[in-house]
């Protein structure tokens, strides 16, 4: 029996994909239509299975921990890890498939998570599981940086946020349900039982993707990776991701943090925490919905408004951590003004990357947010062993969301500042 060659397995996998992706209508929504087509829905599946299998290790690290015979401690690395992988792979990946169709890059990356999911479920050991959760991640960037391109692409203009934050609600949804489902799975069945679940996601996600995302939906780059990468030397660009990695990180510096400071500062009981967090997944959803809606009417004044009102609810929460139902109603508030930030700062890194390069900025722009998250957990973890202490961290948090604010706002001074020196052309009336 002859083999083929690993060149060869590709070069059928990706005429395999090919073929999957021309299984849709090419036909889009009017841009005058008011809903949404369903092609944006089914990137919001993808996002929900994504979303979920991120974090649904929190909730396995003691069943985890056991059964591979690790430490606690070893089983947390399994969320670095896939951070790490988000923060590396999102710009390589991108680049990589940058050449190929949108679409088929949004279905090859379903299969890698699929895959990568179904590794996890049957990883004999903490070294196999950690690399399957690195290959899993891979997909997690470039599929929301795409994937954000794509949903742009798919509305009229004056729908890009609100598209956006569509696709996100997935990645919202799975803190709120996937998550505790995941967790309860695990309870029940074992901890292998989750990441099957989220392989079965994964499978129901590539198919709507294959039925619902029309096969034009963003054709391949003619570019070189050369000419991407140009979109780096924007300045605006540059700003944004900084302004996105500064102003997220104030977030994970409480959120990573919550658990002991609702029980040994706000003084709840254990058994209370999971019920307070879905108090926060509901304003998530709420405030990215809201953020999306704001940002399409007025971006600008949105993602400044929003950035502040962000460091806004951080500092104040400092003032109610000692108050019970003040603290449950700011982790409300805290997991709305989080979320409200998100779609205006997609939007603005894609709008300033307009053009060649616009694929590789937004997924950079995924990794921005992982990177704001493994800072501010640095910081918060700084400031509860070597700092001031444990209820520092909201108005801790509250300076670093205020530094993304003044980047965002220096970004749109500059832009102001160019547009004002652009020199008037008078012409001669005829």
């Not at 919905?289 to 460091?311: E, Q």
Request: with cysteine; net charge positive.
């Amino acid at each position: 029996m002859v083999y083929p060659s690993s060149g060869g397995i590709y070069a059928q996998a990706i005429i395999v994909l090919r073929a999957i992706s021309t299984m849709s209508s090419t036909h889009t929504a009017p841009a005058s239509s008011k809903r949404f087509p369903p092609a944006l829905y089914a990137l919001t599946v993808g996002s929900f299975g994504i979303g979920t299998t991120e974090f649904v290790i929190m909730g396995l690290l003691l069943q985890v921990a056991a059964d591979l015979q690790v430490s606690i401690a070893a089983a947390g690395l399994l969320i670095s890890g896939y951070a790490l992988g988000v923060f590396f792979g999102a710009p390589l990946l991108t680049a990589a498939t940058g050449r190929l169709p949108r679409k088929l890059t949004l279905l090859a990356l379903m299969v890698v998570f699929t895959l990568g999911n179904l590794a996890c479920a049957l990883a004999p050991s903490y070294e196999l599981l950690m690399l399957a959760r690195v290959i899993t991640s891979l997909a997690h960037g470039t599929f929301f940086g795409v994937g954000a391109v794509v949903a742009t692409g798919l509305v009229a203009a004056d729908r890009r946020a609100s598209a956006i934050s569509i696709m996100f609600t997935g990645l919202t949804v799975a803190t709120l349900l996937g998550v505790p489902a995941g967790a309860w799975l695990g309870a029940q069945l074992g901890w292998r039982a989750s990441f099957w679940a989220v392989a079965v996601i994964g499978m129901l996600a590539t198919a709507v993707i294959a039925w619902w995302v029309p096969a034009d939906a963003g054709e391949r780059s003619t570019s070189s990776l050369r000419d991407d990468i140009k979109v780096l030397t924007r300045p605006q660009v540059l700003l944004g991701l900084l302004a996105t990695v500064l102003g997220f990180s104030g977030v994970f510096t409480v959120f990573t943090y919550i658990q002991p400071l609702l029980t040994q500062v706000t003084g709840f009981a254990d058994a209370a925490v999971s019920a307070i967090l879905l108090v926060f997944g509901v304003g998530m959803i709420t405030g990215n919905l809201l953020g999306g809606r704001l940002a399409d009417r007025h971006l600008v004044p949105t993602l400044l408004g929003s950035i502040a009102t962000l460091a806004l609810v951080l500092a104040a929460m400092s003032g109610v951590l000692h108050l019970p139902v003040a603290a449950v109603v700011f982790v409300g508030l805290l997991g709305m003004a989080a979320f409200a930030i998100v779609s205006p700062l997609q939007l603005r890194v894609l709008q300033k990357a307009e053009g060649v390069g616009q694929s590789l900025a937004s997924s950079l722009n995924i990794a921005a947010f992982n990177l704001g998250n493994a800072l501010g957990a640095w910081v918060g973890g700084v400031v509860i062993a070597q700092g001031p202490g444990m209820e520092a961290l909201p108005w801790v948090a509250a300076l670093l969301t205020a530094s993304g604010g003044l980047v965002a706002g220096l970004s749109v001074w500059l832009e102001r500042r160019q547009v004002l020196q652009r020199p008037v052309k008078v012409g001669l009336a005829a």
